[in-house]
């Protein structure tokens, strides 16, 4: 189930994937990995590309199967797999390049894997504002780090003052000219670099046309404001 994608390869990174967003599993179930996706879900880039590989696809809906149909076995095996010694002497494994922290019960058992294999740094990018603030930021493992990024639909409970965040931007030059710091070295400077940080957006031109030159914290925001004045709006009929 954990798996080395070409891009965090090179950073010696270790990685477990979800299936991006809402869809269908071969059996029928229907899913939404990210309920707290908001603008970012228009223009996912794990809804392309490689993600899209027949057997890429395939592999990260079996691994959802596999926590929906029993999530006590899955923690079991995902330990299994991290006794493996490719897991020892300070390796990192992000939690989703894909998906996010979509149930409390599938959140609390990351919690307990991470506990239990102190050896190895679990990290994420999340959008799961709510869930963190009951679940995780009381009592996190020091081997659990966290940014929240921006582009969901809590991004209004996000303080980036007291919080780790972080946001797409158009170029690393929109990253430095507004002052935060990039992740383009290496992905653990998401989690351990100077806080706030700013990506990139990923090369895929089409996408690259629909974000256009705001930022994920910008379009989220446009977004969530629209949304409040047309329910005002009806509301007032
Ligand atoms: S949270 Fe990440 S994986 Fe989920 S829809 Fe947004 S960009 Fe895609």
């Not at 980036?160 to 170029?171: E, K, N, S, W």
Request: glycine share 6%; proline share 6%.
């Amino acid at each position: 189930m954990i798996t080395q994608n070409s891009g965090l390869r090179r950073f010696n990174i270790h990685n477990f994937s979800l299936p991006a967003w809402a869809g269908r599993l071969p059996d029928g179930r229907t899913y939404n990995t990210c309920p707290a996706a908001g603008v970012c879900a228009a223009v996912c880039y794990a809804r392309h590309g490689t993600y899209r590989f027949p057997q890429v696809k395939a592999k990260h809906e079996r691994n959802l199967a596999r926590i929906l149909d029993d999530l006590p076995q899955w923690e079991a095996d995902i330990l299994a797999e991290l006794a493996h010694p490719r897991f020892r002497g300070g390796v990192a494994l992000r939690v989703h390049d894909s998906g996010d922290y979509f149930s409390d019960s599938y959140t609390l058992a990351w919690l307990r894997i991470a506990r239990a294999v102190p050896d190895v740094l679990f990290y994420s990018y999340t959008k799961e504002v709510d869930r963190f603030r009951r679940l995780v930021e009381p009592d996190p493992p020091a081997n659990f780090r966290w940014v929240y990024s921006y582009g969901g639909k809590q991004d209004h409970l996000l303080d980036p003052t007291r919080d780790r965040v972080a946001d797409v931007f158009p170029t690393e030059t929109a990253i430095a000219e507004a002052g935060w710091n990039t992740n383009a070295d290496t992905d653990l400077d998401a989690v351990l670099g100077p806080n706030p940080v700013g990506m990139a957006q990923n090369n895929i031109p089409h996408l690259q046309r629909r974000i256009g030159a705001r930022t994920f914290r910008e379009w989220q925001a446009a977004q969530t404001a629209r949304t409040r004045t047309v329910s005002r709006t009806t509301n007032h009929r």
